[in-house]
């Protein structure tokens, strides 16, 4: 029997120096939300190796059958890159994006690149071919409402180097001030349970669907020319109605 599973993933807790919640904490919100898993992504470079080694024990801590807390860290590399090293807690002394994204693959992780649109949404071929997913929802910088076109223009381009590639939504979630808004939803064989390995195995090879309030999409999707006028259309709005929002607040 199939089971519907839903979690958030790019979540940092107060073991990043933006972080404002513990894991205790989130593993609580999570479960309140109806979420199964969480896929946690602190800072690396605020970690020590006694810090990831906590990390990973309290993901064991607070995860049962229920709930599964899956240790991750976000790495920051040159030329302004972050990838995401999901199911991983290991440090990697380098800077380079292609050797981090190799590394977190090698180590049994997923690869993602986070945020893309901070690096202007490029993605070098030798970094497109190392990595496993893009980030094409980002609700702390695309919103909680729909994503950004340029985001789906950019998975398009990289599939034509690595095919493989997913496209993920990720929370970036630092506390509780705001939801999550991007969910992820899985459908797993309900006789066989939950488990980190099932989780990743799931989201790596794309058997997932990308959920905020007012869409939804599957990991592979690049839009088609009706979808994506829909989208620019969904796009413009939220912005002409964040831009008079901001200026009602006083916040430009």
Known sequence: MSELVK?????????SRDGLCSIADLADFAREAGFQFVGLTDHAEDLTSADMKELRLLCEKHSDDSLIMIPGLE????GGIH???LGIAHDISTDD??????RIRQEGGLAILAHPGRSGYQCAPELCAALDGIEIWNAGYDGLFVPSLENFRLLGRVRVVNSSLFGIGGADLH?????????LELIINGSTG??????????????????????????YTVPHR???VRLW??????EVSKAIRDVALGEN
């Open 175 to 183: 506390g509780f001030h705001r939801p999550p808004g991007v969910i």
């Open 83 to 85: 990838i995401l090293g």
């Open 97 to 102: 994006p292609v050797l981090v994204a190799s």
């Open 233 to 238: 259309v969904f796009r413009k709005l939220y």
């Open 75 to 78: 790495y920051r590399c040159r």
């Open 226 to 228: 009706l979808a994506r």
């Open 7 to 15: 979690g958030i993933v790019h979540v940092h807790s107060d073991f």
């Open 194 to 219: 939950i488990d980190p390995r099932i989780i990743l195995e799931h989201i790596g090879t794309g058997k997932f669907s990308i959920r905020g309030r007012y869409v939804r999409f599957s990991a």
